[in-house]
C-alpha cells in the first residue's frame, strides 16, 4: 500500500466518523418533519438551537414553501426582497421577523417566527438562539423590535397595509414668541403616530425640516437607536434652534419624513418674532454702551456738564476742559507767598512783598509802630521831630550814616536805632559844653 492510498483511506475513515448533515434533520428538539419540497438544509451549529433552523423550519411548515435562501439572519430582509417576497414595517401573523445588527441584537441578527401580531405593534413569536439558551422559546416583543422588518406568506392574504401618519399633539414656544437676535431656544413638537406602521431607525422615520426659515436647525432628526413609536403612541421631537439676526417675524415648517420613501402626516411650523432691541444701557442715563464712554457711571455721558473731577463727563475726548484755574487745578488759584514762585500763576513772582522776606505789605512790618516814637511795638505814633537850633547838625557819619545816605532826625530806618540817636544828642551837648569851656578860657 503507497503512502498515498492509505492517506485517501484515512480522509474516508474520518469522513465516515463525521457528523453527517442529517443532523440539521433536529435542531433545539424539533424535528424536519414537515413537507415543503426539500428537507431543511440549514446547519444547526448553536450550542443547542439556531434561530435561522427555526425561522427557515416555521416557514416550510406554515407556508409549505422551501425558502431559498439560509444565511445569516442579518441578510434575510435582503434576501426575501431581491426574491420577491413581500416585506414590510408591520407585524403579521405566521410572518418571519427579522432583527438587524444593533444594540438589541448582536453582530448575526436575529430571526423568528410571528404568531400573534397585536395592533400597537407588538408581536409574539416562537425563536431559537444559537447561543442559548437550549430549544425553542416563545416570547414577546415590543414595538419595533424587528428592526429589520417583517418578511410575509408570498402565497398567503396580502400583507398589511402601510398606512404611514402622523397627528399634531402639542408644542412649546407658541406662535409669536419673542426673541432677542441670535438667541437660542429649543423648539419641541409632539406627535402622535396615527398610521398602522411603527417608527424605527431602521426603517427609515425621522423628522425633517420642510420649508421656508431654518433658524439654523439640523434637516434631519434621527430616532435614538432602538427607539420605535408604535401606532397610536406619541413621540417628542425637539430641535434646537437659534433666533435670525435681523429683526422680523420668521416661520418654518417640519413633517414626518420615512426616509427614501414620502413625507407623510400634519405639516406643523414654529413662528417667532426678533425684536430690533436697543444695545444695553447699563447706568440707565439714556446713552448706551459704545455711545457712554462709562456705562457704569449715570453721571457721565455725552452732553453731560463737564466738572473739574479728573475724568471726561462729557465723552468728548478732554478731562476737566474749562472748568480749571489758571494754574490747571481745581477750585481759586493758591495764594501767592514771597517764595520766589509765581504761586498764583498770574505771570509775577512774589508781587506786594515787603523786604523782609515774609508775606506781601499790608502794612507796617510785624512788631513795629506806623510811625517810630522811640518805644518798639507800643502802637503809639511819634510826634513830628522839633528842630533845635542850639543843637548843631550832625554829619551823616556822626549818626551812624554815611555822607551818601544822611540819616533824618525822626526816622529810625536804616541809619540806626532810637538809643543811638539819643547817645548823639548827649555827644552834641557834651561837644557844645566843650566848646563854650573853651570860649571863656581863650
Not at 7 to 17: D, N
Not at 223 to 230: C, E, I, M, N, T
Amino acid at each position: 500500500m503507497t503512502r498515498a492510498s492509505l492517506a485517501a483511506g484515512l480522509a474516508l475513515a474520518i469522513l465516515a466518523q463525521a457528523k453527517p448533515a442529517a443532523a440539521a434533520y433536529e435542531c433545539g428538539g424539533e424535528y424536519d418533519t414537515c413537507t415543503c419540497g426539500r428537507d431543511n438544509y440549514c446547519l444547526c451549529d448553536g450550542t443547542c438551537g439556531n434561530c435561522v433552523w427555526h425561522a427557515w423550519h416555521s416557514a416550510c411548515c406554515h407556508w409549505g414553501r422551501a425558502l431559498e435562501w439560509c444565511t445569516d439572519a442579518n441578510t434575510w430582509n435582503d434576501n426575501a426582497a431581491g426574491r420577491g417576497y413581500p416585506t414590510g414595517s408591520t407585524p403579521a401573523d405566521g410572518s418571519i421577523f427579522v432583527c438587524e445588527p444593533s444594540g438589541t441584537c448582536s453582530t448575526w441578527g436575529h430571526v423568528g417566527w410571528v404568531v400573534t401580531a397585536h395592533a400597537d405593534g407588538s408581536f409574539d413569536s416562537t425563536e431559537q438562539f444559537w447561543g442559548g439558551p437550549c430549544g425553542t422559546h416563545s416570547r414577546t416583543r415590543s414595538a419595533g423590535f424587528a428592526t429589520g422588518g417583517f418578511i410575509y406568506n408570498p402565497s398567503g392574504p396580502p400583507p398589511p397595509p402601510t398606512n404611514d401618519d402622523a397627528d399634531f399633539v402639542s408644542e412649546t414656544i407658541p406662535d409669536g414668541t419673542h426673541f432677542r437676535p441670535g438667541e437660542a431656544f429649543v423648539k419641541r413638537w409632539t406627535m402622535r403616530n396615527a398610521g398602522d406602521t411603527t417608527w424605527t431607525r431602521g426603517d427609515n422615520y425621522l423628522w425633517a425640516f420642510d420649508g421656508d426659515e431654518r433658524f439654523g436647525a439640523a434637516e434631519q432628526t434621527l430616532l435614538p437607536d432602538g427607539a420605535s413609536v408604535a401606532p397610536g403612541s406619541t413621540r417628542d421631537w425637539d430641535v434646537p434652534m437659534t433666533a435670525p439676526s435681523s429683526p422680523g417675524t420668521y416661520r418654518g415648517y417640519w413633517r414626518m419624513d420615512r426616509f427614501g420613501t414620502h413625507r407623510f402626516g400634519d405639516r406643523v411650523w414654529v413662528e417667532i418674532v426678533v425684536d430690533d432691541v436697543a444695545p444695553a444701557d447699563g447706568d440707565g442715563d439714556g446713552y448706551a454702551a459704545g455711545t457712554d464712554c462709562d456705562d457704569g457711571n449715570a453721571d457721565v455721558h455725552p452732553g453731560a456738564a463737564e466738572v473739574c473731577n479728573g475724568r471726561d463727563d462729557d465723552c468728548e475726548g478732554g478731562t476737566d476742559e474749562g472748568v480749571t484755574n489758571r494754574c490747571g487745578g481745581c477750585g481759586p488759584e493758591p495764594a501767592e507767598a514771597c517764595d520766589g514762585l509765581d504761586n498764583d500763576c498770574d505771570g509775577a513772582t512774589d508781587e506786594d512783598c515787603s523786604g523782609d522776606g515774609g508775606t506781601p505789605d499790608a502794612g507796617p512790618p510785624d512788631g513795629a509802630d506806623a510811625a517810630t516814637d522811640g518805644v518798639p511795638g507800643d502802637g503809639a505814633a511819634d510826634a513830628p521831630d522839633t528842630p533845635r537850633s542850639d543843637v548843631p547838625r550832625l554829619d551823616a557819619a556822626a549818626e551812624g550814616g554815611d555822607a551818601a545816605h544822611p540819616v533824618s532826625g525822626g526816622d529810625a530806618g536804616c541809619g540806626g536805632s532810637a538809643a543811638g540817636r539819643g547817645r548823639s544828642l548827649w555827644t552834641a551837648a557834651l561837644l557844645a559844653a566843650a566848646f563854650v569851656v573853651r570860649r571863656r578860657r581863650s
